[in-house]
Structures are given as C-alpha cells and as structure tokens.
C-alpha cells in the first residue's frame, strides 16, 4: 500500500514539475519573440474596452493576444467579431479552450503567427500590449495597412510617431492605454 503512495506522489509530482516547466518555457519563448504575457486584470479590461467604444459587427484584432482574455471579452460584451494573434503555441492553445469553455469560439480565432505577417486591411479595432521597440517596429504597417477609421488601442505603452492620431489616454491604469485613430 505505502509503495502505491510513493509511486503515485512521485507521479503526480513530476506533472507538476512537467507543467510548470512547460509553462516558463512558454513564458522565455513569448519574451525572446516580443512581448512577455503578461496579463490583464478584469478591472482594467473592462475600462479600457469601455473607452474604445466598440460596435457590433465590427472586426477586432488583437496582437500578442496571450490567453486571449479581452478579445473573448470583446466578442462576449460587444458582439465584435475577434482575431487573436499569438505566436506561443501554449498559449493559443489556452485560449482556443478558454475560448469553447466561455462559448465564444464560434466568434473568435486564435491565429499562431507572427504579427508582422497578419494583414490588417480589414481591422476594425486593433489592440496591443507589446513592448515599445516591437511596437516601434510595427508602426509603419500600422500606416500602410490600417484603413481610414481604424482604432488602434494600445496598452502599456505610447506608439511613437502616431502622436497626431491620438485622440484619447487612460493614464489611472497599472498600465497607461492610448487610443489612435488611423
């Protein structure tokens, strides 16, 4: 009996471990490619898709989407229809489940890419919360392939260069959100 025990501690704890390692991996290869997943509080996910104004039917394309937490927000409370573009393969496949177990999977995809390869020309709403110099980087596809209209909401930090389409700044969040319209 005591040998079952030890056999199945041993057992659960090298899941764990498995688990976590798979984890923290996950975490280095986001960082090494961008953009750590860090994510968003509910508090400031609500505020910050509260200001962006968004409207049903409307396309909303989020870079470095994570466990996809606001664009299945967006999809549920706004009727968007959502794109997350991640390019951990962990975490798309977190948010594709969290994504059937919450009931918006019929309304969202999750993309494994790199954010320089996804067009843009049909993105409504375009949410970012990536570091600056991967921001710095995307900014002339932000202008070559955004329509007229297009709301680029970003979190944490400011898009240099973009000053004449900010319209509006949320600084009371951990993290500022500026919102440019293209």
Known sequence: MSVILYFFIIIS????LLGVSIYFVGLLFSSFKGAPYVPTTKKEMMIVLKRAH?????????????????I???VKQ???RGTGIEINPLLIWWSRFLSRRDGTAQSVVFIKANVFDYPLTN??????????QLLAKLIPKFKKELKKGSLII???FKLVGMEKYLIDTNPSLTFPTYYYQV
């Open 13 to 16: 704890e090298f899941f764990v």
């Open 54 to 70: 968004l409207k049903k039917g409307k396309t909303f394309v989020e870079f470095g989407s994570g466990d996809g937490r606001i």
């Open 72 to 74: 299945r927000q967006a």
């Open 78 to 80: 706004y009727g968007v």
């Open 123 to 132: 993105t409504d709403y375009l949410y970012l919360f990536l570091m600056p």
């Open 154 to 156: 970003s979190h944490g």
